[in-house]
């Protein structure tokens, strides 16, 4: 247990994290702006603008995208990238995947309000696929990605090396993994407020806006729970990935992970 709160049981983990996203779709966006003073935003356009390099013609897939906000920095870096190349004759696909339909759902409304299913125009094609993490194999093939991503995902997921396992499946061998996930804060004295701010803010927070204390808190527990830099650095490479590396960011409030498949 941490801080006195139960741990889920395996078995029932993703029915849990099923119901959690299903309760919070319509607030999530709002919700990730206001627990994370909008800092959610800057690491995911250091984790696509910085650390990310999409290729046109490519095929790029984004797990557990939820309502998008990564698989759209990736199309916006690719539309930029069919602007500067007009004549390329290339299509750009982006498929967000996520195992719940009420986050996609909200993704596809934001991505009409975006404009971006107009984007065919300019070469890149945006797909939304229900699907879990952990077996793709119904609707990605074996080596058929340029780029996987993960983002604020792999945490949910029950068994994270399966998830791991079949990022390396479904990339094509020179295929990049790139994985934002909270992490571990260093140094100790900004862990403890960080704790202290996770733990009776963020469920407030929830409780407030989104009326759901619990699933506030679930996200806090899970976060905890996951493992910190070095450990997951681990699991990337038991999975068999080559140049695994990591960054800390905001003091390792989050890290991003990323592998080569060979
Ligand atoms: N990537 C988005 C972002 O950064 O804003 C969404 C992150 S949200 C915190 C976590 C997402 O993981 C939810 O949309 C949830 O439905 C999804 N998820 C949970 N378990 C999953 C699984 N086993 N496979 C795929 N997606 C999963």
């Given at each position: 247990t941490h801080f006195g709160y139960k741990t889920v049981p395996e078995h029932e983990k993703q029915k849990m994290v099923h119901e959690v996203f299903r309760n919070v779709a319509d607030k999530y966006d709002l919700m990730n702006d206001l627990m994370s003073g909008t800092m959610h935003r800057i690491w995911k356009d250091q984790m696509i603008g910085d650390h990310y390099r999409p290729q046109i013609g490519g095929t790029y897939l984004d797990v557990a995208g939820g309502t998008g906000d990564v698989a759209f920095r990736i199309a916006e870096y690719l539309k930029r990238q069919h602007l500067n190349a007009p004549n390329s004759g290339l299509t750009s696909r982006v498929i967000v995947s996520d195992i719940n339909a009420n986050m996609l759902e909200v993704g596809r409304q934001k991505s009409i309000e975006l404009n971006l299913h107009k984007w065919e125009h300019h070469g890149v094609k945006l797909d939304w696929l229900e699907g879990n993490a952990e077996d793709l194999s119904e609707t990605i093939p074996d080596r058929s990605i340029d780029g996987y991503t993960i983002a604020?995902?792999?945490?949910?997921?029950?068994?994270?090396?399966?998830?791991?396992?079949?990022?390396?499946?479904?990339?094509?061998?020179?295929?990049?993994?790139?994985?934002?996930?909270?992490?571990?804060?260093?140094?100790?004295?900004l862990r403890q407020f960080y704790d202290w701010y996770s733990f009776n803010i963020i469920p407030k927070i929830g409780q407030v806006v989104a009326n759901d204390h619990d699933?506030?808190?679930?996200?806090?527990?899970?976060?905890?729970?996951?493992?910190?830099?070095?450990?997951?650095?681990?699991?990337?490479?038991?999975?068999?990935?080559?140049?695994?590396?990591?960054?800390?960011?905001?003091?390792?409030?989050?890290?991003?992970?990323?592998?080569?498949?060979l």
């Open positions: 604020f995902g792999i945490r949910n997921v029950t068994h994270i090396d399966k998830a791991i396992k079949e990022a390396h499946r479904v990339l094509k061998p020179g295929g990049q993994f790139l994985c934002l996930e909270f992490s571990q804060v260093y140094p100790i004295a699933s506030y808190q679930y996200l806090v527990e899970s976060i905890r729970q996951f493992p910190p830099q070095e450990r997951f650095k681990q699991m990337i490479q038991d999975a068999g990935f080559k140049n695994v590396r990591y960054t800390s960011l905001t003091f390792g409030v989050v890290a991003l992970h990323s592998g080569i498949k």
